[in-house]
């Protein structure tokens, strides 16, 4: 089976400052992809970054980027120059290349930008 | 783009009534929609997979009988929650995937809070 484990339920940050958010997962696939969402207080799910397995280039999105470590099947985000708009919940997520793509999700981290 | 709606957005309902949610995908055909049950504070858990004009496939523990799906168009999937108890209440979310979308490239609606009396 498939496990996402995100260790940190909460986080906070002060604005403007560097955090770094942390996940691993398993799973005895080869090719898969994982993602970060974002869930504000609106509730609405917003993707946030993308990263597939097969690529060893790290994926980067403005002031959001990842390191991925496959082998230690770690995929940790890190978030800089944080805003006080970052303040959310952030999941992890993993779904299979092939197949119906579900998504599998870790339990979250609850971020809070400090002003 | 990609843009999907919920409705309602909330609901409340007494004990032992049906409560329909609609998920439509606004700008794109959706060959498949999710729904997702979230617990406060918690992470979201899927529930079932709709394939446009097939049944759903239900998650291990997931009653079908209880969590009517039907995704009857490429835009359109409706939950219905059958004669629900307060232990149904919840957020409920659905996503959906465009038809030439990428792996695991879903997008969420704003989610539906169902609170039973």
């Known amino acids: 089976a498939q496990t996402v484990t995100q260790s940190q339920p909460e986080m906070s940050v002060q604005e403007a400052e560097t955090v770094t958010l942390s996940c691993t997962y398993d799973?005895?696939?080869?090719?898969?992809?994982l993602f970060w969402y974002k869930q504000p207080p609106s509730r609405q799910m917003i993707l946030v970054i993308r990263q597939e397995a097969y690529k060893q280039q790290n994926a980067t999105e403005n002031r959001f980027s990842v390191n991925f470590q496959k082998a230690a099947k770690s995929f940790s985000l890190k978030i800089s120059d944080s805003q006080l708009g970052d303040t959310a919940m952030y999941f992890c997520a993993f779904t299979f290349r092939t197949g119906a793509n579900n998504l599998f999700f870790g339990t979250g981290t609850r971020l809070t930008v400090i002003p | 783009g990609a843009v999907v709606s919920q409705h309602p957005s909330r609901v409340i309902c007494k004990s032992g009534t049906s409560v329909k949610i609609e998920c439509r995908s606004l700008?794109?055909?959706?060959?498949?929609m999710f729904w997702y049950r979230q617990f406060p504070k918690k992470s979201l858990m899927l529930m079932a997979t709709?394939?446009?004009?097939?049944?759903?496939?239900?998650e291990q523990g997931v009653e079908k009988d209880k969590f009517l799906i039907n995704h009857a168009s490429l835009t359109l999937s409706t939950l219905t929650v059958t004669s629900a108890h307060p232990e149904d209440s919840s957020f409920y979310i659905c996503s959906a995937r465009r038809l030439a979308g990428g792996p695991g490239e879903q997008f969420f609606g704003p989610g539906t809070r169902l609170t039973v009396l």
């Open positions: 709709s394939n446009e004009g097939s049944k759903a496939t239900y």
């Open positions: 799973t005895s696939e080869n090719n898969y992809y």
């Open positions: 700008d794109f055909q959706a060959t498949t």
